[in-house]
């Protein structure tokens, strides 16, 4: 009997607990799905770069000999807003200096390039264009991307061609039309940092010395 | 469906709307063109050599010099004289930034979607092409209200800054999806 009296005030209080539980749960329901969800648009964003970023560590030579120069984007034929122009050729600045494969990184004209030893003009040519709308992928989801297909070359300044890559840089979900050219230069990078330079004796046998010193 | 979930969808809604209204109604809008020497707000997209991506801050010709300044002190300025071109397009952006995207994203029933159709707004986007003392070639962005875009270009190009004129160009493989929308 005892143990009928210990038990049933427990159970008693145990129905109406779950009850009681079962409205809120409903609210914690909802709110742990738009954290969920929350978490899930952070890792679309970010987990793509780091996964970039972390594949591309440590592939890079030590002695870095090699400097860039990075040339405007041509056209090739595509109509390109002019401010895609610039923002491919700035972005390609800022994320080639950021993976250090280059000893410097020099804009185009710039008349300190000159007498750099070991130096490669990075050419980009523009083969594709979609221009899509950030309004309309908001809206559709599926629609509305906005595509960059560029044609990279790394040649020598006597207009050997060392590399050359087909590089896409896209944006399907979040974020303006100009993240596709910021997309596209961390593309461009990694794809340039993954692929091995060549020796400089192959190309600039004369130069030999003075590269390995610096 | 119960009543609760459509009750707290409907909150939801109107919260996100009540967000975005200041943008609704302002696409056709023409705000008010600056006066030519006096500062403009403008958001630094990219570009500006020392200034941080998609800053926002004050835009102004004084004495030569195009001056990009924020919380009143310089952070980038340029001589008018060395700018190569200047470009004005106009372009279209979702307003509210991440947090607003978050919310459309986690409205339920799509109303996010419903939210996105209505949060947008037109803006002028001015690309500054200009070389540095070195010959370096630079690109520098800036969003404008709408309207402001054409006028500070011609307030460049009365203080001293080149121009080319525009050439025409021939579709190649492009295929437009939208247009007006390229930001």
Known sequence: MKTNKNTSPAATKTTPGLSGFHRPNMHCGQFAAVILLIGVLQLQVFVPTVLAESSIDGKSGGNRPWSVQVDRVEPGGVVLGPSFGTAIYENLLEDLAKTEQFKQVFRSGDRNANDVPGLLILKTTVQKYTPGSETRRAVTTVGGATKLNVRVRLVTREGQVVQEHVIDGNVRFIGGNLRATHNLAHNVASTLKKSPLPEQTAAHPEKETGNRAK | ?183
Do not use: C
């Open chain 2, 1 to 183: 469906m119960t009543s609760f979930q459509v009750r707290h969808g409907l909150a939801f809604l109107t919260v996100l709307l009540s967000l975005s209204a200041p943008s609704i109604g302002q696409n056709h809008s023409q705000s008010q063109s600056p006066v030519p020497g006096s500062a403009i707000h403008v958001t630094q997209i990219l570009g500006f050599e020392n200034a941080k991506h998609n800053a926002t801050g004050e835009l102004t010709i004084q004495g030569g010099i195009m001056r990009f300044q924020h919380d009143g002190s310089t952070v980038a300025q340029v001589s008018i004289g060395s700018i190569q071109d200047i470009f004005v397009e106009e372009g279209d952006k979702q307003v509210g930034g991440t947090a607003m995207t978050l919310g459309k994203a986690a409205a339920p029933y799509g109303g996010g979607r419903v939210v996105s159709l209505f949060a947008h707004k037109k803006y002028d986007f001015l690309t500054v092409e200009y070389l540095d003392n070195r010959g370096g070639f630079h690109g520098a962005i800036f969003q404008l209200e709408k309207g402001q875009g054409e006028t500070f270009k011609k307030a460049l190009v009365a203080n001293g800054a080149h121009i080319t004129p525009p050439v025409e160009q021939t579709p190649n493989q492009s295929t437009p999806e939208v247009k007006n929308e390229n930001k």
